[in-house]
């Protein structure tokens, strides 16, 4: 068992930056794949960013690329979303989700995620 629990969300202007943390515990932190995803209102919740569990392997929604970097702290057992630029349309619940995959790949789909966490709220004002 994996407990993911984020923190970060906040309300910030356009233009503005926030920095979101995912803490895990449980499993051994190198033992699993991570990503980022997002669900606004009456939308699908959507790939956002991905790191494999050596780190080596990250991978981006083109949305976000360039303006988003994910990272993972192996000493504090925390990955990381530092988002800058920021645009409405990143206003969205933000869920960090983690998958014990075999290979060292940074994955793009939910459904290969076995554990999340509750979710944190960027709303980006216009």
């Known amino acids: 068992q994996v407990q993911l629990v984020e923190s970060g969300g906040g309300l910030v202007q356009a233009g503005g930056s926030l920095r979101l943390s995912c803490a895990a515990s449980g499993r051994p932190f190198s033992s699993y794949s991570m990503g980022w995803f997002r669900q606004a209102p009456g939308k699908e919740r959507e790939f956002v960013a991905a790191?494999?569990?050596?780190?080596?392997?990250?991978y981006y929604a083109e949305s976000v690329k360039g303006r988003f970097t994910i990272s993972r702290d192996y000493a504090k057992n925390t990955m990381y979303l530092k988002m800058n630029s920021l645009k409405p349309e990143d206003t969205a619940v933000y869920y960090c989700?983690?998958?014990?995959?075999?290979?060292?790949?940074?994955?793009?789909?939910?459904?290969?995620?076995?554990?999340w966490g509750q979710g944190t709220q960027v709303t980006v004002s216009s």
């Open positions: 790191i494999s569990w050596s780190g080596s392997n990250i």
């Open positions: 989700a983690a998958g014990g995959l075999v290979d060292d790949v940074a994955a793009i789909v939910a459904a290969l995620y076995d554990y």
